[in-house]
């Protein structure tokens, strides 16, 4: 299977990523290599076996009690823009 | 440098705290030294990327005045560690190795600090590393490359380079880094040091700055065993705050202090399974040394390792391990879609860096692209593609497939062998510069290690020495599951076998 660049333009949306003429150049080059390599997995049976998601045991669960957290001072504290114990951004445009 | 300096540094760490608790041994003088070494030797080696020589002091002062006090000042007590700067530190900044959050400083300490602090070690810095622990080189650091300490123009392996390089070069005698596809084992061989991967969910990741969450583990280096062992027994338990970390005891491990005397220890008399009387079964991919890429000297010392266990007493026998590939494909998509979804959250609102762009979906944009390194993105590419509709099934669904099916190999594997024995690093360090422009080059740097990380087992790297060019060549050991106090007796037999060579003085040699 092979990227295209419409493709690679698609997922940079998605990813809330841009690049130059240049970069997708590369992007194409890079990840159609990676993707050629990774063809070596079509030959693994995998016929019946039950897709392992993490290691671990389950999911363990806890009380549903309230724990101290962060308070908002410190929590806005390292924001690029901060407002009141507020997170400030750009407005979001419509109808982009 | 000062003869006092030198022998400072260079006591082994599982040593430090006995020395202090005698009073043969200041944390001050300690840390002086240390601090010292760092300012001489790092600007050109590169390991750290922000140093706490004045919080080490008051660290290393309080470990002292304990001791005076009649306190017991605690198993790691004046041991001087470093960071990779992926693990939060409260009031340092933490950068993961990226522009996107130079300059970050968190507000919380990851657990593992916490642990080592009321260990009573000193933290002397962060170090280096690809970013977002995405490399194999240290090269994708946003900020500079690490170089080697046995050798300037190689690179000290990655993605934990700079703690692999610190703890080499003796400016620090412990280091913590975190391990996804190999990144704690790759650059301990690179380096010359012992570098450990612990079991999946054995280490608490809370403060761990996530690369992808289900492979991603924090580790441990050494220069010594017993000061390995200390590391790993301060940082291994449950933790409640990671619900990945597995609610069970840690068990003794040769060398930490504990264990002495119930025949673990290499020392102690027959080398034997716990309890059982049998002695420990080796298995020995012979055919991965046919591999291609792999460097003869690499295979030779593999081997040699094989017959050191074997007069041990040890059993060694030949096991078929898996195709290194398929490791490797399933690894880097199973890493890029949980990577992608795991960085999602640098958009510039709530922490890091922001750049300026039109509206809201313009500055994530801008921030992003303007913030993370070309590995970095082209990771977050592959793994929205992998994840994408239309190509779910035929990648990550098959890749978690694959998985599954390497954990039920390995398990089986582990019915006949107790540990496997192979390579940790294809090769020597290679030359920097020489693999960044190639990415599945730099990815085949860890056809030996993804294996642990996707089926969860421990591993260790062990130093053998030098190869002919003078770099540090290292075999690596896994074990299953919560079976680390195996791969610490295998260690110690090739330990008390093998020569090491006398550790570098980076810029201090005539060339």
Redesign the interface.
């Known amino acids: ?1 092979s ?1 295209s660049r419409g ?2 333009e698609h ?2 949306s ?6 130059s003429e240049e970069e997708i150049g590369g ?1 194409v080059r ?2 159609n ?2 993707l050629d ?2 063809e ?2 079509e030959q ?1 049976d ?1 016929e019946g ?9 389950g ?2 669960l ?1 009380e549903d009690r309230v724990l101290p957290g ?1 308070d908002p001072g ?8 901060a407002e009141r114990d507020l ?1 400030k ?5 419509e109808g ?1 | 440098m000062n003869s006092r300096e030198r022998a400072l540094v260079s006591i082994p760490a599982g040593e430090i705290p006995g020395r202090i608790r005698s009073g043969e041994l200041r944390a001050r003088d300690l840390a002086e030294a240390v601090a010292a070494r760092i300012e001489r030797l790092d600007p050109e080696l590169g390991a750290f990327l922000a140093t706490t020589p004045q919080q080490a002091r008051q660290e290393a002062d309080r470990v002292d005045e304990g001791v005076e006090n009649g306190k017991s000042p605690g198993p790691l007590a004046g041991i001087p560690v470093a960071i990779k700067d992926n693990i939060v530190t409260a009031g340092v900044p933490t950068t993961a190795g990226s522009r996107i959050l130079e300059g ?5 300490e990851a657990t593992v600090v916490e642990r080592l602090r009321r260990a009573g070690a000193v933290l002397v810095g962060k170090t280096n590393l690809d970013e977002f622990g995405m490399g194999s080189s240290t090269e994708n650091s946003g900020f500079r490359s690490t170089r080697n300490p046995w050798n300037p123009d190689r690179v000290s392996g990655g993605s934990s380079g700079g703690s692999a390089a610190a703890v080499a070069a003796r400016m620090a005698g412990l280091a913590l880094g975190s391990d996804t596809g190999g990144s704690v084992r790759q650059p301990a061989a690179l380096c010359g040091v012992y570098g450990l991967k612990p079991t ?2 054995r280490v608490s990741r809370y403060g761990l700055i996530a690369f992808a ?2 492979l991603d583990q924090i580790g441990g280096f050494s220069r010594d065993l017993p000061g390995l062992a200390l590391l790993y027994q301060a940082i291994s338990g449950h933790d ?1 705050r990671d ?2 970390s ?2 069970r005891a840690v068990e003794p491990v040769p060398g930490d202090g504990l264990s002495r005397g119930d025949g673990l220890w290499p020392g102690d008399g027959a080398l034997s399974e716990s309890g059982s009387g049998a002695s420990l079964r080796v298995g020995f991919a012979e055919s991965f040394l046919a591999h291609e890429g792999v460097q003869p000297e690499v295979a030779e010392i593999t081997r040699k390792a094989g017959r050191i266990l074997s007069s041990a007493g040890l059993e060694v026998q030949d096991i078929e391990l898996p ?1 290194p ?2 490791g ?3 690894y ?2 199973l890493a890029t879609a949980e990577a ?1 979804s795991n960085l ?1 959250r640098y ?8 750049a ?11 921030t ?2 303007r913030g ?1 390194g070309a590995e970095v ?2 990771r ?3 793994g ?2 992998v994840l ?1 509709s239309g ?1 779910y099934d ?2 990550y ?9 390497l ?1 039920h190999r390995f398990q089986r594997l582990f019915e006949s062998v107790d540990v496997i024995l192979l390579p940790t690093s294809p090769t020597s360090a290679f030359p920097l510069g020489e693999r960044v422009d190639d ?2 080059q730099m ?1 085949l740097a860890d056809v030996f290690t993804v294996f642990a990380n996707l ?2 087992i421990p591993g260790i790297s062990i130093p053998m020495g030098l190869d002919d060019g003078g770099l540090p060549v290292a075999v690596q050991v896994l074990a299953p599951a919560w079976r680390e106090d195996n791969l610490f007796a295998v260690a110690g037999v090739i330990a008390d076998a093998v020569q090491l060579p006398a550790w570098p003085d980076p810029g201090e040699e005539v060339r």
């Open positions: 299977m990227i493709e690679i997922l940079a998605l990813a809330h990523l841009e690049f992007m890079d990840l290599r990676i390599y990774v070596c997995l693994v995998v076996i039950d897709p392992a998601s993490s290691g671990g045991a999911t363990p806890r962060l410190e929590a806005t504290g390292g924001a690029p823009m997170f951004v750009p407005p979001a445009i982009e | 970050h400083v968190p507000v919380y999946y969910g969450s289900s409640e619900s990945t597995a609610d195709d590939e398929i490797i494909a399933s880097y998509l992608s999602a958009d510039g609102v709530r922490y890091g860096n922001r300026s762009g039109e509206g809201l979906e313009g500055m994530y944009r801008a992003r692209s993370f993105k082209r977050i590419m592959l929205t593609y994408s190509y035929a990648y669904l098959r890749a978690q497939k694959v998985r599954a099916d954990r990415p599945m990815y089926t969860g």
